[in-house]
């Protein structure tokens, strides 16, 4: 095969061309610390790339979920804890009432403390966490109780839960209808607004007999109340362990996660550096050697 200027001119430029490539390539990847820049550079390593950033990106997010279950977990916690102590009160003026020792005005300061308490047990029951209503089930942008002037509490929410997706098909569960929690009497429980009317009711009576025997059957209610109250709060204790126990998980996988993205995309800058020392000598020397080397002659124009 006869070796013409045209061929070793072209093997030059071939040469040239994939020098200047394989430069660019390794200034990309001193410039973004990265071995793996597009598909071409590495078409499995990239594949486990993404994998691994996906991987990364649905912990992050359950890490989020579990942030915001255990805040909510928490705040619950701290408003059935007061809504609790409140009940308690309401228990020991029953009590204290329930005798035919008290004057109607002292009984109508008693009614009117209980309305005050009344008020704000709804107030409490309407509370939000991150602008939510928490025990209105899936309506959380509706408040869940109201009442009228005669005391009479309605529930706007629905039975709906909290659902928090904390894993891989992995799903913490926690009730948030409110009706469990302060009216519960359809289920066998206490409805808590009731009661508290009941009280009302008694103290505001002008028969003294009547009043003190209205006032006396609300204190046994008004204890299951708070029993009530204080069995939604141990239900939020496992739910609380699980997260806590999942958010350990997630901390301790997502370092390995990002540590195996790191091994596979990420380059070694000092090994990179030297390849392209040598690929920048190789590449001039290709140069010089093609100036020597392809000299166009007058014959080359006269052909």
Do not use: C
């Amino acid at each position: 095969m006869r070796v013409t200027p045209k061929i070793t001119t072209s093997n030059f430029i071939r040469n040239i061309h994939q020098q200047a490539g394989d430069i660019l390539k390794a200034q990309e990847q001193i410039a973004t610390q990265k071995r793996i820049n597009k598909i071409s550079d590495d078409p499995i390593g990239m594949g486990r790339v993404l994998g691994y950033r996906s991987k990364i990106a649905a912990i992050e997010q359950y890490e989020e979920n579990i942030d915001q279950g255990i805040s909510q977990l928490e705040f619950n916690e701290i408003t059935l804890d007061l809504a609790s102590d409140l009940v308690l009160t309401a228990k020991r003026v029953a009590e204290d009432y329930s005798g035919l020792d008290h004057t109607a005005n002292q009984k109508q300061l008693a009614a009117d403390q209980i309305k005050d308490l009344y008020d704000h047990l709804v107030s409490l029951g309407n509370s939000k966490f991150n602008n939510n209503y928490i025990f209105s089930g899936h309506a959380t942008d509706t408040a869940p109780f109201s009442r009228d002037a005669n005391f009479n509490a309605t529930y706007h929410g629905d039975d709906g839960q909290v659902r928090l997706m904390v894993g891989d098909n992995v799903e913490i569960t926690f009730d948030a209808d409110g009706r469990n929690i302060f009216q519960n009497a359809a289920n066998g429980g206490v409805n808590l607004f009731d009661e508290l009317k009941n009280l009302i009711d008694g103290l505001e009576n002008p028969d003294a007999v009547a009043g003190s025997a209205q006032i006396k059957a609300t204190v046994s209610p008004l204890y299951n109340a708070r029993q009530q109250i204080n069995n939604r709060r141990s239900e939020y204790a496992p739910a609380l362990y699980r997260l806590q126990f999942t958010d350990d998980y997630w901390a301790n996988l997502k370092p390995k996660v990002q540590g195996a993205l790191a091994n596979t995309e990420q380059t070694d800058i000092a090994k990179t550096v030297l390849e392209l020392t040598n690929l920048e000598v190789a590449y001039e020397t290709t140069l010089a050697t093609a100036a020597r080397i392809i000299q166009p002659s007058l014959m080359d124009f006269l052909r």
